[in-house]
């Protein structure tokens, strides 16, 4: 049984910061990519940025320059450093990861974290 446990949303002002954090655990042999989505509330969910097992990151236009993914290999913990935030970032945030289990990589879901940004 994988899971995948975020942690550190909140409510901050506009032009805050906060660290989105994502632990997998379970019967874990490998994890290729790890991502972080969001979803506000009657849109779609979206990519907001991926890295690939070796350190290649991909973002979406819309928080390039703003926030950072990072990996921790050793802890199977994937990071969101957002940084400048505005109104328009206000959603649920979802962790994903392809993990090979001994069966083949599957994808997994995180339960979510609120982030709200607002004065």
């Known amino acids: 049984q994988v899971q995948l446990v975020e942690s550190g949303g909140g409510l901050v002002q506009p032009g805050g910061s906060l660290r989105l954090s994502c632990a997998a655990s379970g019967s874990i042999f490998s994890i290729g990519i790890m991502g972080w989505y969001r979803q506000a509330p009657g849109q779609q969910r979206e990519l907001v940025a991926a890295i690939t097992a070796g350190g290649i990151t991909n973002y979406a236009d819309s928080v390039k320059g703003r926030f950072t993914i990072s990996r921790d290999n050793a802890k199977n913990t994937v990071y969101l450093q957002m940084n400048s935030l505005k109104p328009e970032d206000t959603a649920v945030y979802y962790c994903?990861?392809?993990?090979?289990?001994?069966?083949?990589?599957?994808?997994?879901w995180g339960q979510g974290t609120q982030v709200a940004v607002s004065s």
């Open positions: 994903n990861a392809a993990i090979y289990t001994g069966g083949g990589y599957k994808v997994y």
